[in-house]
């Protein structure tokens, strides 16, 4: 008979203290096998929402709901690194960076998700290349990353499976948004990927979960804090998501701006900007980079040269995807049969986007899903979307809408014009990166 009970555990949370070590072990592998009530699990997940949990109780839980399940194991030729977004609109970076760390010489396992709310998914996101499977099972991840350099795949259900009941039970008792749940919710699933090193890029603005600084910085230092305390070399950055990152918005649509980065070598865009950031700060906490200027140079070297596509067309040919999608992407991806621009009705300087309602947008064109069992559209969304501090004319777009049906592009043409506000004075747009924690 065990020395822990559920109670017991739930008991010391509503307390204000947090349970030892083993008993929070205790706890996720019940989460994982079942041990555990969908009641039990209720209360703790509010508890912890409530009261919280110690620096060190945080670190307790994220590596018990990581070792619920399998942790992967690497014997490759250079350091595995990670990273992970906190969620925005236009966030291709992941189909950027994966490929360039791998020209670089790094390992990119990464496991990813589908999209959430306003936000889009990077899973989602390489589904709308034909053929490509994203669920992998362990022997082909492996191959895959130890071929291309790198795979992006979803969880298998033996990847923290304690985290994976936890979620689900806190959706529907409105638990999702504790500090200490997101810390070990996010961690749990990317250290079980077995990695050396990761880097955070924690969204801020309009198009974020996180709206403040306040906010944004906190959930950095409790990432940066706690994965770091578990073993794996991590920092955050903290950038701008006060309007879409890409031009675009959809799934097939946001691959192609991440083919015209990989191929054309935009490095003005700041899609490339903030994928060289990100990729320079992981190159160098790994000691393939002097610093982190010296990393983003060489992640934008291998943008501009090509080698950065070629690693990305080595992976989607091994995951399923055309063997020569990087050479004729444009043919290969789907397009809708409604594109339609939306006018603005005045000129101006385009002073304010809603980032939340232009993904909100995407979502009800069918790129993306209200409930869990939608079937997701990839060729919906939108395209040529104005940046803040852009100056229109009268009858310019703002946006233009790829839609399935005219009846759907009606509907997104008032909401993306809602989404815009266009004013007579001048506007300096906000810097692309607000802050480094480590």
Not at 48 to 65: F, I, K, Q, Y
């Amino acid at each position: 008979m065990s020395d822990f009970s559920a109670r017991d555990i739930i008991a010391t949370l509503r307390a204000g203290d947090t349970p030892p070590r083993d008993a929070l072990a205790w706890f996720a592998q019940g989460l994982a096998d079942g041990a555990v009530s969908d009641a039990q699990a209720g209360a703790f997940a509010m508890a912890v929402c409530l009261n919280g949990l110690s620096d060190a109780g945080r670190v307790a839980l994220t590596l018990a709901m990581r070792d619920s399940g399998q942790v992967l194991g690497w014997d490759l030729d250079g350091p595995v690194l990670d990273k992970h977004s906190t969620g925005g609109v236009g966030d291709c970076v992941s189909l950027v960076l994966a490929p360039a760390l791998a020209a670089c010489g790094a390992f990119v396992p990464m496991i990813s998700g589908r999209g959430l709310g306003h936000t889009g998914g990077t899973l989602d996101k390489l589904e709308a290349i034909p053929g490509v499977n994203v669920n992998l099972d362990a022997a082909q991840f492996h191959d895959v990353v130890a071929g291309a350099g790198c795979a992006i795949v979803g969880a298998t259900g033996d990847i923290a499976p304690a985290d994976k009941r936890l979620y689900a039970i806190r959706d529907v008792t409105a638990t999702v948004e504790s500090l200490d749940l997101i810390t070990a919710s996010i961690l749990s699933k990317k250290l079980a990927g077995g990695l050396e090193g990761l880097v955070l890029d924690v969204k801020v603005g309009s198009g974020a979960f996180m709206k403040d600084m306040t906010a944004a910085r906190a959930l950095a230092e409790a990432l940066t804090q706690t994965a770091n305390a578990a073993g794996c070399r991590t920092s955050a950055l903290i950038t701008d998501m006060n309007q879409p990152l890409a031009p675009s918005l959809g799934n097939a649509l946001e691959v192609s701006e991440v083919m015209a980065v990989l191929t054309a070598g935009e490095a003005d865009a700041p899609l490339s900007q903030i994928s060289a950031a990100l990729g320079g700060v992981l190159l160098a906490d790994a000691g393939l980079a002097a610093d982190a200027e010296a990393g983003a140079a060489r992640i934008a070297d291998m943008i501009r040269s090509g080698h950065a596509a070629e690693r990305f067309g080595k992976m989607i040919a091994a995951m399923g995807g055309p063997v020569h999608f990087v050479e004729n992407h444009a043919r290969f991806l789907p397009e809708a049969t409604v594109i339609r621009e939306v006018a603005t009705p005045r000129a101006g300087v385009v002073r304010a986007i809603n980032g939340e309602a232009l993904g909100r947008v995407v979502v009800s064109l069918g790129g993306g899903r209200a409930v869990e069992s939608d079937v997701v559209d990839p060729a919906v969304g939108l395209s040529r979307v104005l940046r803040l501090g852009d100056t229109v004319a009268k009858g310019q777009p703002l946006a233009v809408i790829h839609a399935a049906r005219p009846d759907q592009a009606d509907r997104a043409e008032a909401a993306v014009r809602a989404a815009f506000t266009v004013g007579d004075r001048a506007l300096k747009a906000p810097a692309l990166i607000h802050a480094r924690v480590s």
